[in-house]
């Protein structure tokens, strides 16, 4: 028999229709439920869209941006500090690394918030002098947001520098010592050689620790913070549809993070040109 005349019939794979009948069945029958439930989704738009709601929302990115940004450069200082030839800028970076990846976020964020219980002023004084830059009472300067700031940006700075320093020892060295051999000074081989290859190393574990922040703002409610959560709560403590409010944020974080991800979609695609 010739070879054209062989039919080239593929494998039937069962397990896969037996798997997709299973998801299927399974979802249809979470559908029925769903329809079933004691919700009243025709509310829903309303608490989505509610003055509360919103404000918990601009909160929550506000919030999330700004420990993100602030943890991305203490990051970086760390990293070059974990880097450092001087062992004294070395074993600090690994305490401090060691100390906040080691606490919860959530206690992290309790200490700050009563941090008044063990200092009342947070003062800066003027050396050599009796004035002061800054002599408040520790609650004006330690708010609601300003300790979820610190819990949530100080624990994730730890996190950080360890991305950093694994994305500059992604970095071949000889492709430094090329750099200094061609002339180039420390900060140019830094900008045009080592960050380009070591952002497509720390772009993707960044975003996905900033998609970890968005959601971690929910922390901040324990303390009053006005995100998302704590604007649900708020919310159905009026009127108590609890599961209509929650399905109403939930509905804000899988819109953001949403967002999120098609940022980081567009950054690694900018960092991996070039790469195959």
Request: glycine share 8%.
């Amino acid at each position: 028999m010739a070879s054209e005349d062989l039919q080239v019939v593929p494998i039937r794979h069962w397990g896969r229709w037996v798997v997709g009948a299973l998801i299927l069945g399974l979802l249809a029958l979470l559908g029925i439920a769903l329809a079933d439930a004691q919700i009243l989704y025709e509310d829903v738009p309303g608490f989505f869209t509610h003055e509360i709601m919103l404000g918990g929302l601009v909160n929550t990115v506000i919030l999330a941006v700004c420990a993100q940004a602030g943890a991305i450069v203490l990051g970086v200082v760390l990293a070059l500090l974990r880097r450092s030839p001087n062992p004294v800028a070395r074993w600090f970076a690994w305490g401090y690394i060691w100390l906040f990846r080691g606490l919860p976020v959530l206690l992290q964020i309790l200490l700050w918030f009563n941090l008044a219980l063990v200092f009342k002023f947070i003062s800066i004084p003027v050396p050599f002098t009796d004035a002061f830059v800054l002599h408040e009472p520790t609650n004006v300067i330690i708010t609601a947001f300003v300790a979820a700031l610190l819990g949530l940006g100080l624990n994730e700075s730890a996190y950080m520098a360890e991305i950093v320093r694994a994305g500059l020892n992604s970095v071949d060295p000889g492709q430094i010592e090329a750099a200094k051999a061609i002339g180039m000074t420390p900060g140019k081989t830094f900008r045009r050689v080592v960050l380009p290859q070591a952002m497509r190393v720390i772009i993707p574990p960044t975003g996905n620790n900033f998609i970890n922040m968005l959601k971690g703002t929910s922390m901040a409610s324990v303390i009053g913070f006005l995100e998302l959560i704590h604007a649900a709560n708020r919310i159905s403590s009026g009127n108590l549809e609890i599961m209509e409010t929650l399905i109403a944020a939930a509905l804000w974080y899988l819109i953001v993070v949403s967002v999120a991800n098609v940022g980081q979609y567009y950054l690694e695609r900018a960092y991996g040109k070039g790469v195959r």
